[in-house]
Each structure stands twice: as structure tokens, then as C-alpha cells.
């Protein structure tokens, strides 16, 4: 079953402290995303990679870490730096390529900090 | 700085009524422009990208780079369009894919 993969669905933790949180795609894709989608702000680009080995902050990077060291994986780690950690989060990928390419998205995590 | 702007937090229309869901954006190049769908427990979905100028599920999209807009519409609304819809912005030779705050869309039987 190919596409893009978000573990858990659901993620508890008490503030204070980190947590990861998984992607995995076996689309082949270069690029991949995470957002985070909170009610009325719809989704703010957290951090993006182009390749491995390589991302970028998005708009909301204060508080978050990625790594990419393989192209079909792009974990997310919430720091307790993070002010209001708790929130939907999305993983994207989609190919490098000229053109308007589409972005394919997992079904989410949801966290919860308490 | 990339920038997508949808002015309408829900929108409610009912069936059968002609539908249009707004899109300004502020990017200083050339931009790929795109609507996306989220139905009901679903993922994320693209629905419609402006450079292959297609209509899908009935809805169309037109760039207008003048107005900096890419509104999207659809006729005679169905109860199946009930969604939240957001417009996306990427600019071209960028991977930065940008969001709306998102459009809930909700069609009156």
C-alpha cells in the first residue's frame, strides 16, 4: 500500500517533555513537509527538506527539530521549548520537479500535552 | 516572502447555488497556485492546480495575476462539496508550499 505514513494517531505527554513524531513515505518523493493545523490558522509550514540531509524552517520553526538522514522518513521532534505544543500535525511529500507538483499528505497526529 | 490570504472563515450556500470561495496571495515571482480539500475524516487532497486549467468535481480556478487571486468556483453547489478547502501557494523553482487559513464550505440541503 503505497503512500505517506504518520505514527501515532494519537500522542500524550506530559510538558516538559520531547517527542518524536514519525513519517514515512514510500512514494520515492524528495521533498517532504510538516505543518501544523490548529482551528481558525489553518496550516503553518513548520520545517521542509528538499533532499536529504538538508531542510529549511518554515514559518513556525521556534520550538521544533527535524532530521532527514533517509529519504522516505522525516521525523518531527516537539521540544518542551515549544510553547503550545499541543496541536494537529501533518506530514507532506511530494517529487522535486518544475511545474506545480502535488503534495500528498498523512493522516495526521494529533498531540496532546498535558 | 509568500504570503495566502482566504478572507472566509465558512461559507454556506445552499444546493444548487453557484459557489465561490475566495483566494488572494502576495508572492513576488512567478506562483504555482493550488487548491486543496479535506472532507470529512479524509486526508488532506489536492483538488485543483491553476497550470493545468482543468475543472474537477465541477470546480474551476483562474489565476489572476492582475488581482493576484485564485478564486475558486463552482456553478450549482452539491452536499457533497461540503468540505474545508484551503488554497496553497508555491513559488516557482521554491519547495516552500504555503497554506490558507482554510474556507468551510458548507452546502444546505
Known amino acids: 500500500d503505497g503512500g505517506i505514513t504518520q505514527s501515532p494517531k494519537y500522542l500524550f505527554r506530559k510538558e516538559g517533555q520531547n517527542v518524536t513524531l514519525s513519517c514515512e513515505q514510500n512514494?520515492?518523493?524528495?521533498?517532504m513537509y510538516w505543518y501544523r493545523q490548529d482551528p481558525g490558522q489553518g496550516l503553518r509550514l513548520i520545517y521542509y527538506?528538499?533532499?536529504?540531509?538538508?531542510?529549511q524552517k518554515g514559518d513556525i520553526a521556534e520550538g521544533y527539530s527535524v532530521s532527514r538522514e533517509k529519504k522516505e522518513s522525516f521525523p518531527l521532534t516537539v521540544t518542551s521549548a515549544q510553547k503550545n505544543p499541543t496541536a494537529f500535525y501533518l506530514c507532506?511529500?511530494?517529487?522535486?520537479?518544475?511545474?506545480?507538483?502535488?503534495?500528498?499528505f498523512g493522516q495526521g497526529t494529533r498531540l496532546t500535552v498535558v | 516572502a509568500q504570503r495566502v490570504t482566504q478572507p472566509e472563515k465558512l461559507l454556506s450556500v445552499f444546493k444548487g447555488a453557484p459557489v465561490e470561495l475566495k483566494c488572494n496571495y502576495s508572492?513576488?515571482?512567478?506562483?504555482?497556485l493550488f487548491w486543496y480539500v479535506q472532507y470529512s475524516r479524509q486526508r488532506l487532497q489536492l483538488l485543483l492546480r491553476?497550470?493545468s486549467r482543468e475543472s474537477i468535481k465541477g470546480f474551476t480556478a483562474d489565476l489572476n495575476k492582475g488581482e493576484t487571486s485564485f478564486h475558486l468556483k463552482k456553478p450549482f453547489a452539491q452536499e457533497e462539496d461540503s468540505a474545508m478547502y484551503y488554497c496553497?501557494?508555491?513559488?516557482?523553482?521554491?519547495?516552500?508550499?504555503?497554506f490558507g487559513k482554510g474556507t468551510k464550505l458548507s452546502v444546505i440541503p
Open positions: 507532506a511529500s511530494s517529487i522535486v520537479g518544475q511545474g506545480a507538483v502535488e503534495a500528498f
Open positions: 512514494l520515492n518523493h524528495d521533498a
Open positions: 527538506s528538499q533532499i536529504v540531509n538538508d531542510f
Open positions: 508572492y513576488s515571482g512567478s506562483p504555482e
Open positions: 491553476h497550470i
Open positions: 496553497a501557494l508555491k513559488g516557482a523553482g521554491s519547495y516552500q508550499l504555503t
